[in-house]
């Protein structure tokens, strides 16, 4: 079992920055993929950053890519999102996901197995 906590979100004004983080409770290199997701209020669930753990692979949509960094420190057993120029279409739950497997495809949701229970991020204009 892993657990999954996130931390940092908050309720900032557009253009503002925050940097989410979310701590595993074992080693990061003990998996293999961790990602972020978010749900907007009647909308759903999409994933937008995935890292591995054990190289430099990063995949960020061109949606967010150049506002949105995703980075771990696997000393620190943490992955961290740094998001920048926030938006208010950027108000979501923010989760983020861990998997075992060697192979996913990029933010298919059942591909991770375990989940944090999220972090609120509000963006107002």
């Known amino acids: 079992q892993v657990d999954l906590v996130e931390s940092g979100g908050d309720s900032v004004e557009a253009g503002e920055s925050l940097r989410l983080a979310c701590v595993a409770s074992?080693?990061?290199?003990?998996?293999?993929?961790m990602a972020w997701f978010r749900q907007a209020p009647g909308k759903e669930r999409e994933g937008f950053a995935v890292i591995s753990t054990k190289n430099d692979y990063t995949d960020v949509p061109n949606s967010v890519a150049g506002r949105f960094t995703i980075s771990r420190d696997n000393a620190k057993n943490t992955m961290y999102l740094q998001m920048d120029s926030l938006q208010p279409e950027d108000t979501a739950m923010y989760y983020c996901?861990?998997?075992?497997?060697?192979?996913?495809?990029?933010?298919?949701?059942?591909?991770?197995?375990?989940w944090g229970r999220g972090t609120q991020v509000i963006v107002s204009s």
């Open positions: 996901a861990a998997s075992e497997r060697r192979a996913i495809s990029r933010f298919q949701g059942s591909d991770y197995s375990y």
């Open positions: 074992v080693k990061l290199d003990e998996l293999f993929y």
